[in-house]
């Protein structure tokens, strides 16, 4: 079964302090990561995936399969950046097309 | 252009009533899915159609859901005699096609709320 955690319910930092919010994941396959965000009163909406290897809106997030982490990193947090974060899970194969979310963390930047 | 559209918004239903949920994908998206999103949840995987075919429908809670898509592009997710559980926000979601670089677009939900 795949399983995905985010640890932190709440994650509060102050305007341009750096951010990292925790994804672990648990599956036996080849797993693709994502992060999805939502933004208040707007849809979930997706913000990176592992296989881009790109940098939106400043973040970043490394697929580490030695430690099954897919953590999401900015160094320098800005209040725009509050909102609900979901890491998702998803079989690369392609046989298995549903994402299965953790639990996600909301993220308050300060100003 | 115009993304996912789930009507209605919000749903008060009493429990043993019936409700239907519609989706819009966004035209010309051959696979839809359904998410059921409880309050403090992540949302959790309900079922899939790849045009008309309703190929997985493992993630439905029960045999009072049920999800058709006859003509490939509208859906709707019916809940036969609602209950407390129920109660949650229903997500639909649309992509191109299957695979690493197809994205599934969400709609805005949504909000069941059983009494």
């Known amino acids: 079964a795949q399983r995905v955690t985010q640890p932190e319910k709440l994650l509060s930092v102050f305007k341009g302090a750096p951010v990292e919010l925790k994804c672990n994941y648990s599956y036996s396959g080849s797993p693709e990561l994502f992060w999805y965000v939502q933004y208040s009163r707007q849809r979930l909406q997706l913000l990176l995936r592992h296989i881009s290897r790109e940098s939106i809106k400043g973040f970043t997030a490394d697929l580490n399969k030695g430690e099954t982490s897919f953590h999401l990193k900015k160094p320098f947090a800005q209040e725009e950046d509050s909102a609900m974060y979901y890491c998702?899970?998803?079989?690369?194969?392609?046989?298995?097309?549903?994402?299965?979310f953790g639990k996600g963390t909301l993220l308050t930047v300060n100003p | 252009g115009a993304g996912v559209s789930q009507s209605p918004r919000y749903k008060v239903a009493k429990r043993g009533q019936d409700v239907a949920l519609r989706c819009d994908p966004i035209?010309?998206?051959?696979?839809l899915f359904w998410y059921q999103q409880a309050l403090g949840q992540g949302p959790e995987f309900l079922t899939y159609f790849q045009n008309e075919a309703q190929l997985d429908k493992s993630g439905l809670p029960s045999d009072r859901f049920f999800a058709e898509r006859p003509e490939g592009s509208v859906s709707t997710l019916k809940i036969q005699r609602t209950q407390q559980e129920d109660s949650a926000v229903y997500l639909c979601?649309?992509?191109?096609?299957?695979?690493?670089?197809?994205?599934?677009?969400f709609g805005p939900g949504t909000r069941l709320t059983v009494t």
């Open positions: 998702a899970l998803r079989d690369s194969g392609g046989s298995n097309y549903k994402l299965t």
């Open positions: 979601a649309s992509s191109l096609a299957l695979g690493p670089s197809y994205e599934q677009y």
């Open positions: 035209s010309g998206h051959v696979s």
